[in-house]
């Protein structure tokens, strides 16, 4: 007697047979380019030529073809002598919290609300932040990013993580808050903790990169380098500390395609949308509301208290405690205040380290309260340990380089 189970079978044949026409398969381009993009042999090179793209496009058009090219310009020729003309009083308090330094000639050295807050997020973050989506959704659209998680698998797994997390990562380098958000996606409590933290940590969101592709060129390179060290010993040593699994990778990699350009725009038009309403404002009310803690007396009081900390440990001047307090709020912004700080080159490259690792900005930290405040708290406490320690192991390595 035939079962009902073996009679859907015979009808599941019986359609196969049907539908289904046996012949020799034929790889297409796109297959011997999947294959090739996804062995480390060839896959690593392909990565490194893809990424080193990414970065070139990136800081070409975000700092010398936007910022440099015509930002700098309007702001600096046009908006700043205009705003200072207009604006009543020079000396009054609205006149600093507004428009800043009643004798500064570009919008950076202003520092008001409305000459270096729209600056910097209009004239330097927004085009970053522009170019890095634009590419990012291209990577995702044409689906090369699930070949980039495979490739990355092995490396990963060394920290406690797999390859999956290079998608939260590289949207780290944009923003963390759609990062933190990616971390859902990993299986285990372990594998979310691990990467949240890390990218609190170690992850420089496009705003910064732009603002240090603007005032730091120079030095960025060996900041990354230090971010990177960071990200790949700390989530080394969390992987041993935290107990939990570390699952294999299990990720659906679709076929290679041509990106849509209306879901292209779609995509852009949202993203960017969100930095205009969550980003901005941040960026406007951090300069307003160091500029009142340093009329108040604020900045000078903690700069003394933390001196000792920050002079011995770190290896940097008491007066980088001002923009640690505005990294809070907005990093970016605390870049562009160590900029107008006298310091060697070491010493910017360890104070733009702290920046980056000091503390989520309160969109991040918004962020990682939802995901729970015990995981908030326990990061709170794992990155406090990691500011101590790696800050003061890059102040060690510059004194036994001879640079600090």
Not at 290 to 303: D, E, R
């Amino acid at each position: 007697m035939t079962t009902p189970t073996a009679k859907r079978w015979e009808i599941v044949d019986l359609i196969a047979n049907r539908t289904v026409t046996a012949g020799e398969y034929k790889p297409s381009i796109k297959d011997y380019l999947s294959e090739l993009t996804v062995k480390p042999l060839t896959g690593i090179p392909v990565a490194l030529a893809v990424l080193y793209a990414f970065w070139s496009i990136f800081s070409s058009f975000a700092g010398a073809l936007v910022t440099d090219g015509f930002m700098v310009k309007l702001f600096d020729n046009y908006w700043l002598p205009w705003i200072q003309n207009v604006w009543p009083n020079p000396d009054s308090v609205l006149y600093f919290l507004f428009v800043g330094d009643p004798l500064a000639d570009n919008c950076f050295e202003a520092f008001g609300m409305l000459t270096s807050g729209l600056f910097v997020s209009i004239g330097v973050v927004l085009p970053a932040i522009f170019i890095f989506y634009l590419m990012m959704t291209i990577l995702e659209d044409s689906g090369y990013l699930p070949r980039l998680a495979v490739l990355m698998d092995g490396l990963f797994h060394k920290i406690g993580l797999h390859g999956y997390a290079i998608v939260p990562a590289i949207l780290g380098l944009g923003c963390n808050v759609p990062a933190v958000t990616a971390t859902r996606n990993l299986e285990t409590k372990k594998q979310r903790f691990i990467m949240m933290v890390l990218l609190a940590v170690f992850i420089p969101c496009g705003a910064q990169l732009g603002i240090m592709l603007d005032v730091i060129p120079e030095t960025v390179g060996w900041v990354m380098l230090y971010l990177i060290i960071g990200f790949c010993l700390f989530g080394f040593i969390l992987g041993k500390l935290i107990p939990g699994g570390n699952p294999e990778i299990l990720i659906d990699i679709p076929p290679y395609r041509r990106p849509a350009l209306q879901n292209i725009c779609k995509k852009l038009w949202v993203k960017t949308k969100g930095f205009f309403i969550n980003a901005i404002p941040f960026v406007l009310l951090g300069i307003l509301f160091v500029n009142v803690l340093y009329l108040l007396g604020v900045i000078q009081a903690l700069a003394d208290l933390f001196a000792p900390l920050f002079v011995t440990w770190f290896g940097v001047p008491k007066e980088t405690v001002g923009p640690l307090i505005a990294a809070f709020l907005r990093k970016d912004l605390a870049v562009a205040q160590l900029s107008t700080i006298a310091m060697t080159p070491y010493q910017m490259i360890t104070a733009v380290v702290l920046i980056s690792i000091y503390f989520p900005c309160v969109a991040t930290f918004v962020v990682m309260l939802k995901e729970g405040v015990k995981e908030l708290a326990a990061a709170v406490g794992v990155l406090a340990v990691i500011v101590f320690l790696y800050g003061g192991l890059i102040h060690l390595i510059g004194i036994l380089l001879g640079v600090a």
